[in-house]
Every structure is written in structure tokens, then in C-alpha cells.
Nanobody, 123 residues
Framework: VQLQASGGGLAQAGGSLRLSCAASGRPSSIYRMGWFRQAPGKEREFVAAITWSDSTTNYADSVKGRFTISRDNAKNTMYLQMNSLKPEDTAVYYC?????????????????WGQGTLVTVSS
């Protein structure tokens, strides 16, 4: 499975951005997809995840109510709608996928990773 993330950029605090992650190769093998982010000098952290079969979603507390994860199975694409952005949301955002039901919120639980897309939120 190959993942291609896009949609990052610059936004003002309170603004919105939408990230996309397109899966190719063997997308039928995907069980769950997720978003992680890594700010400068910090460890990679979980943002949100979605189960491919039934769209069950999970969110980090820091983004609940502001971010929405979704997927389009026909396009093999996952999205992250980010609203009410804050400067602390600034990070490189990575999409990830796994082929089994495992721990949702840790990076080691994912088998495939995209290249990352930078989100910068100005105050």
C-alpha cells in the first residue's frame, strides 16, 4: 500500500484546512487509516483514525470537536477536515494505514506511511 498525503499549507488561527490521503497499491487490504502529526522537537502524536469498513472514528482529545476524519472508499481516499485551527496545531501531518485491528493511537500500530504534509497556523 502506498499513501500520498496532500492539502497542507498556511492558515490563520480560527481558519480551516482539509488534508487528503490517497491510497494505492492494495487499498483493499486496509483495515484502518489514521493521521498523526509531529511538531518541531516533539514526538509524533496521534490525531485521528477511521476504520475502513464501518467508518468508526477515534480522535485525540486535543482535536475533538474541531477536526473530522472521513473516507471515500470509491476513491480510496481519507480526509481530515481541520476547523478552528490553533497555532499549536502547527506540525507535519502524516497519514498512515494498517492491515489489522491493532492499537489505534500509537504509530507502531500502522504498517504504511505517507510522506507528510506541513500545516502551519499563524496567530
Amino acid at each position: 500500500v502506498q499513501l500520498q498525503a496532500s492539502g497542507g499549507g498556511l492558515a490563520q488561527a480560527g481558519g480551516s484546512l482539509r488534508l487528503s490521503c490517497a491510497a494505492s497499491g492494495r487499498p483493499s487490504s486496509i483495515y484502518r487509516m489514521g493521521w498523526f502529526r509531529q511538531a518541531p522537537g516533539k514526538e509524533r502524536e496521534f490525531v485521528a483514525a477511521i476504520t475502513w469498513s464501518d467508518s468508526t472514528t477515534n480522535y485525540a482529545d486535543s482535536v475533538k470537536g474541531r477536526f473530522t476524519i472521513s473516507r471515500d472508499n470509491a476513491k480510496n481516499t481519507m480526509y481530515l477536515q481541520m476547523n478552528s485551527l490553533k497555532p499549536e496545531d502547527t506540525a507535519v501531518y502524516y497519514c498512515a494505514a494498517n492491515a489489522r485491528n491493532w492499537i489505534i493511537a500509537i504509530a507502531a500500530g500502522y504498517d504504511y506511511w505517507g510522506q507528510g504534509t506541513l500545516v502551519t497556523v499563524s496567530s
